[in-house]
């Protein structure tokens, strides 16, 4: 329910050019008229198996949503909570969560795979984890990391992906 309401939430920022978070409350009308069996958030997590109802709803809020980027140039201006106001942002994000999320329902399962492929890359960053999540945190300078590769690109990182 969690994933499927985002991509609402996204979709309701770029497609009605949004000025600010929208109403969490508009979501809930838009769920579909028969919810039985759907898993109540207060009693996460929920592990038992997902009705048909749910899925689909999750399924049409995803296509939806993946539409709506395909037909969005990534430079229009959209309200976000970070220093990039536009459509690009939700895009990164979104891949971004997606990704965890299918990370946590394959770790649900015993089968989780990384988030990333191996393979090459244009840069690579390598510490301790609490170097790694000070620096991604902005806390913390590149300086205390082993960087391979590319420095422009980690130059840069934080204009593609700004912290939370």
């Known amino acids: 329910m969690h994933l ?57 809020s ?8 395909a037909a969005t140039d990534p430079a229009q201006p959209a309200w976000t909570y970070g220093q990039d106001r536009t459509a690009g942002f939700w895009m990164r ?22 988030l990333h492929a191996d393979g090459p890359c244009d840069v690579e960053l390598s510490g301790t984890a609490s170097q790694l999540a000070l620096f991604l945190w902005q806390r913390a300078p590149a300086g205390e990391l082993t960087v391979t590769g590319d420095r422009d690109v980690l130059d840069r990182y934080f204009t593609l992906v700004p912290p939370v």
């Not at 009605?16 to 109540?40: H, I, M, N, S, Y």
């Open 4 to 60: 499927a309401g985002v991509h609402r939430g996204v979709r309701a920022i770029i497609g009605e050019r949004l000025q600010g978070l929208p109403d969490p409350a508009g979501f809930v009308k838009q769920l579909p008229a028969d919810t039985t069996g759907w898993p109540d958030p207060a009693d996460a997590p929920n592990r038992g198996p997902m009705p048909a109802g749910l899925l689909d709803w999750f399924a049409e």
């Open 62 to 69: 995803a296509a939806d949503l993946e539409s709506l980027f």
């Open 93 to 114: 994000v979104q891949t971004i969560e997606a990704a965890v999320h299918r990370w946590d329902a394959e770790n649900a399962l015993g089968t989780a795979r990384p």
